[in-house]
């Protein structure tokens, strides 16, 4: 049997191959919603059921107790989807069939963000700016010139003035990326971000990506799905009109949506044209 995660209930039910279904508490249930529309809105490029997947490829531990090399090739496990969930959002009764492990990390952290921002302006009165891990959503009255954020491919890096600096006046800026955990495999290089329709790393074109959106789980969902999506990123960001920069794993940069050339150093608002170099 497995342990019953914190915030959910075990209720009566047979097993049929899978987990007993459990309830979901109310804020354990807003992040399955968040998560599950993630995965409409993507058409499957962000899934929360590749938690197998991950497992499978090495990340199965704290990030920090995982082995950097290892010279065991890594297990490719694709996911089952969807359609290995069942989730009532009015009874918030959740079954997972056999073999289906959840993963949140694409929408989580992001919803954690827009909560304790939308929280946080309205105890103070004041605009506010929230940092998870990357995930930055703005709230209330911002400064003036807006929340000036340095942009880099790992969140913790130090600042730097040779970096491209951005800022926002609200809404969620997130970054996704291969840079910041990664390990090998068999010779390979494998990172936390699963493609859902194969359960391995997606092939590398983007070595982070950056958005901003109307809030941080947009953001950081858009942020996922393109490093997963690849080359066909950019169009898909383009329709949805939604500012972004996106680095390939060369190190050169595109930016789309009114997001402004990299100018390092330098405070740049929001709005400009798009830009390859």
């Known amino acids: 049997m497995q342990p019953v995660p914190r915030g959910l209930r075990a209720v ?37 059921t590749v938690g197998a997947s991950v497992s499978a490829l090495g990340y199965d531990r704290t990030f920090a107790s995982v082995r950097p090399e290892d010279v065991r090739p890594a297990v490719v496990l694709r996911p089952a989807g969807l359609r290995g ?5 009015a009874t918030r009764r959740l079954r997972l069939a056999a073999g289906v492990a959840l993963d949140l990390g694409a929408t989580a952290k992001a919803l954690c963000a827009d909560r304790a921002a939308r929280r946080a302006a309205e105890a103070c009165g004041r605009g506010v700016l929230v940092g998870l891990g990357g995930d930055l959503s703005a709230a209330g009255e911002p400064p003036e010139g807006g929340w000036q954020i340095e942009v880099a491919d790992v969140h913790s890096a130090p600042s730097s003035p040779d970096r491209p600096v951005v800022s926002i006046r609200a809404g969620g800026l997130a970054t996704s990326g291969t840079a910041a955990r990664s390990w090998r495999r068999g010779g ?14 997606p092939p590398p074109v983007w070595r982070t990506v950056s958005v901003a959106a109307a809030d941080c789980v947009e953001a950081n969902t858009e942020a996922t799905a393109a490093v997963v999506l690849g080359s066909a990123a950019p169009e ?3 329709r949805r009109g939604l500012p972004a920069r996106l680095v390939r794993v060369d190190g050169s940069v595109l930016t789309l949506g009114g997001w402004p050339p990299d100018r390092p150093g330098r405070r740049e608002n929001s709005r400009g044209d798009d830009q390859e170099p």
């Open 236 to 238: 898909r960001l383009r």
């Open 85 to 89: 969930v069942r989730w009532d959002p």
């Open 188 to 201: 390979r290089v494998l990172h936390h971000i699963v493609d859902p329709a194969t359960g391995d790393v």
């Open 12 to 48: 009566p039910g047979q097993r049929r191959g899978g987990r007993p279904p459990l309830t979901a508490g109310p804020l354990f249930a807003e992040a399955l919603d968040t998560a599950f529309r993630a995965a409409e809105a993507t058409a499957g490029a962000v899934d929360p």
